[in-house]
């Protein structure tokens, strides 16, 4: 049997969780640690904010957004990959995206997770039109259309005189 380390108490009497841990024989700090990961896999968005510490409107400064924005974030079920990964950074953590196939294997993907900064492209900010948009192909059909009318309006005419 292992020798237990001499325990030093929380204020609350407590034994930190890193003191426990080390007591643990090897086969029972594998099952933990297994445990911890397959929980922390399954944590949203906003479990995570919460287990580094922080707020919606901490993060909504450093994401450049409203805190409403960041709630959206964290609620979403469906996502851009860019909008996830800055979501990590903000965290101070770093997207890595690995394809799981049948018989084990993983395969990291860096081409999606991980492009630099420079290499992202910007999208431009949408501008808000006053009315809608016709383009000019739109342009010329109506025309077409209103000179087909005409025209055969004007035929009706001349084949009921």
């Known amino acids: 049997m292992q020798q237990r380390s001499p325990s030093r108490t929380t204020s609350t009497g407590v034994r930190p969780f890193s003191e426990l841990v ?23 968005l906003a479990d995570i904010r919460e287990a580094i510490g ?6 909504a ?6 805190q409403a924005s960041v709630s959206k974030i964290e609620s979403a079920t469906d996502m851009y990959l860019s909008t996830l990964r800055r979501y990590i950074e903000a965290l101070g953590g770093e997207l890595v995206i690995s394809a799981k196939f049948p018989e084990g294997t993983v395969i990291p993907i860096d081409s999606l997770s991980s492009v630099p900064k420079k290499a992202r492209k910007q999208m431009p900010a949408k501008k808000k039109s006053s009315g809608a948009r016709v383009s000019k192909s739109s342009k010329v059909s ?16 001349r084949s009921a005189r």
């Open 61 to 66: 400064a450093k994401l450049k957004l409203g």
């Open 54 to 59: 922080q707020t919606q409107l901490v993060m």
């Open 142 to 157: 109506k025309a077409k259309i209103a000179n087909t009318k005409v025209a055969n309006t004007t035929s009706r005419q």
């Open 22 to 44: 080390a007591d643990f024989d090897p086969e029972t700090r594998a099952r933990v640690d297994a445990r911890v990961r397959e929980t922390v896999a399954r944590l949203r």
